[in-house]
């Protein structure tokens, strides 16, 4: 793909753009590190800039400067665009989704599970529309967990597709969401600082009667060629047709998983 990419013409050339929070705080700290400019920060921002060097490999102690910055952020913004030039849009988005990671980690520990994913898709949809404003007009294509694709709440829960698909966003109607279904296949869980396979099975049983190879079959829900789509097709979604959810279907049938890297 890097290969592909740098074959293209400018105007032609894939962007690649991150809009989740911050799943691990460290490296986010260290990353912000590479941002910085070789000369020494303006006095008003220098105790939070030169906080960023103190971390080292601590996610605790990353999410408190995470939030130490974004509030400094919020406070001296002027100070911090013209200290880090054109580097200011990308360090302000990373310190406001690690704040943001503090936020929903914070209130999953506490057993707030829905708390955790409002947060998070909100987030999400936050961060797509600075890089919309910023980046041209274009298509954009994103890999994303099955919940975030849901064009409709969930558990009383706004998703990032929900997000995009409401009133006031640039991309309402634009939105086209494709659910991976699986059958009979083996998930990699991460255990005990190692791994272990499980069983991941996440469509109804109705889709054995539809699905008589393994080869992969994507199903337009709202056209034709599926049967019935009124139904209750997947096992996350709590209630109503699923077709309110998602527009197609992959179903991928005894799939396994590859081997871990190692260090991970």
Sequence with gaps: MYSYNNSLSESDKLVCVGIDIEHQPAFAISYLQTLLP??????????????????SGDNTKAFE?????????????????QYLGEKFFEFRLIVKSLDASRRAYGSRSTGRRNSYSKIRDRTMYENFIEFYKKLETGLYWGHFG???????DNENVKMFAAYLEQDNSPVANQVLSIFFAYLDCTAMIRSNGGYRTAPSTNVKSYFYDLQQTDEPVLFKLKGEDFPDYSRQLVESIQSGSSTEYFDYLLLIKNATPTEPLGGW
């Design 65 to 81: 400067i995470g939030k130490i910055l974004f509030a400094s952020i919020e406070s001296y913004t002027n100070t911090y665009q």
């Design 146 to 152: 099955n919940a975030h694709i849901l064009h409709k």
């Design 38 to 55: 070789a000369q020494t920060p303006p006095e008003k921002i220098r105790m939070e800039i030169q906080s960023i060097a103190s971390v």
